[in-house]
C-alpha cells in the first residue's frame, strides 16, 4: 500500500486531497501547524487506512526534518508527496507592501516546499520511486495587479518544479505541478487576515473550483502507470479566463 504525505492537511485542498487518498486506503501522513484540525482528520479517517500526524511550521527547517525523521518505520518509505502547504498574505501595490507578509509568502510557499522535498527525495532516490506533486497556482503561470510576492513565490514553484524534473531525470521519481484558479478554501480569509465578510465577497456571483475537484484530478494523477507523470496542469473554474478575467453575475 502506498504511502502519501500531505502538507496543509488541516484545511482546504489538502484536506480534500487526504479524504480522497483514505478512499484509495493509503497511509497517510498529514502535515499542518493546527493540531486539533489534524487530529478531527484522523478521527474522521482512521477507519478507512493508517493516519500519522505531523504538526510542524515548514518555515522551521529543523522541525522539518526532525518531523521526518520520527516517522515510524511503516510510513517512512514516502512513495507520493503533495506539496501544498501554502496561502497569499495581503493584496498590495508593491509600493505598499507589509514585509512581514513578503516573508510568509517567501518562507512557507517556496523555501518550506524545499525544506521537505530536501527532507524526503534521497529516500525516493534510493529506493528508485516516488511522486512529487506540487501546487502551484495560475498565479505561478501569470502576474496579477497587487498579486506581485504571491505571484512571484508561485513562479518559483513553478521553476522549482521544471528544475525537479530535469534534475531527477532517471531516478524514477515522478514531479509534477498542479495550478489551480480560484478554489473556495481558507485562502482568501488568510489572505486578509480573517476577515470572513472581504473573503466570502471573492467567491461570489460565480461557480469557484472547491477543494474537492482540486483532489480528484490528484487522484487521477497519482493513480497513473508508473511510466505516466502528468507533468504540470491548469485548472480554473468555467467563470474564469485568467487571474483578473473572471465572470461574475
Ligand atoms: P487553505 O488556507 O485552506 O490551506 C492552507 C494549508 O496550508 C493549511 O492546511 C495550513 O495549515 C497550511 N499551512 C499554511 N502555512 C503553513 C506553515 N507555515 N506551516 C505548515 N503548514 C502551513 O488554502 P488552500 O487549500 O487554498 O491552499 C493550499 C495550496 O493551494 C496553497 O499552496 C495555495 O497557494 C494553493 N492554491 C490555492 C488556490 C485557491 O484559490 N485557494 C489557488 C491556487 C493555488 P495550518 O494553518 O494548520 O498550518
Ligand atoms: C490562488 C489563486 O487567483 O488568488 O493561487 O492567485 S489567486
Given at each position: 500500500m502506498k504511502t502519501a504525505l500531505i502538507t496543509g492537511a488541516s484545511s482546504g485542498i489538502g484536506k480534500a486531497t487526504a479524504r480522497i487518498f483514505a478512499e484509495e486506503g493509503?497511509?497517510?501522513?498529514?502535515?499542518?501547524?493546527?493540531?486539533?484540525?489534524?487530529?478531527?482528520?484522523?478521527?474522521?479517517?482512521?477507519?478507512?487506512?493508517?493516519?500519522?500526524?505531523?504538526n510542524f511550521d515548514v518555515r522551521n527547517k529543523e522541525e522539518v526534518f526532525s518531523n521526518i525523521k520520527s516517522l515510524p518505520l511503516k510510513m517512512a518509505n514516502i512513495d507520493i508527496l503533495i506539496n501544498n502547504a501554502g496561502n497569499a498574505h495581503g493584496l498590495d501595490p508593491i509600493q505598499d507592501g507589509n514585509i512581514e507578509d513578503w516573508d510568509a509568502m517567501i518562507d512557507i510557499n517556496v523555501k518550506g516546499l524545499l525544506y521537505i522535498s530536501k527532507a524526503i527525495i534521497p529516500k525516493m532516490i534510493e529506493r528508485s520511486t516516488g511522486h512529487i506533486i506540487n501546487i502551484g497556482s495560475t498565479a505561478g503561470k501569470e502576474v496579477y495587479p497587487n498579486g506581485n510576492v504571491y505571484c512571484a513565490s508561485k513562479h518559483a514553484v513553478d521553476a522549482i518544479t521544471q528544475g525537479m524534473r530535469l534534475d531527477l531525470n532517471g531516478k524514477g521519481i515522478r514531479i509534477g505541478a498542479i495550478n489551480p484558479g480560484m478554489v473556495e478554501t481558507e485562502f482568501s480569509e488568510v489572505r486578509f487576515k480573517g476577515d470572513k465578510e472581504k473573503a466570502k465577497k471573492v467567491y461570489e456571483g460565480f461557480k469557484a473550483l472547491q477543494p474537492e475537484d482540486i483532489a480528484e484530478?490528484?487522484?487521477?494523477?497519482?493513480?497513473?502507470?508508473?511510466?505516466?507523470?502528468?507533468?504540470?496542469?491548469?485548472?480554473?473554474?468555467?467563470?474564469?479566463?485568467?487571474?483578473?478575467?473572471v465572470d461574475k453575475k
Open positions: 493509503f497511509n497517510l501522513i498529514l502535515c499542518g501547524r493546527r493540531q486539533q484540525k489534524l487530529e478531527e482528520l484522523q478521527q474522521e479517517l482512521q477507519n478507512k487506512c493508517a493516519v500519522h500526524l505531523l484530478i490528484i487522484r487521477f494523477v497519482v493513480t497513473r502507470p508508473s511510466h505516466v507523470n502528468i507533468a504540470d496542469l491548469l485548472v480554473m473554474c468555467t467563470s474564469q479566463a485568467s487571474s483578473t478575467i
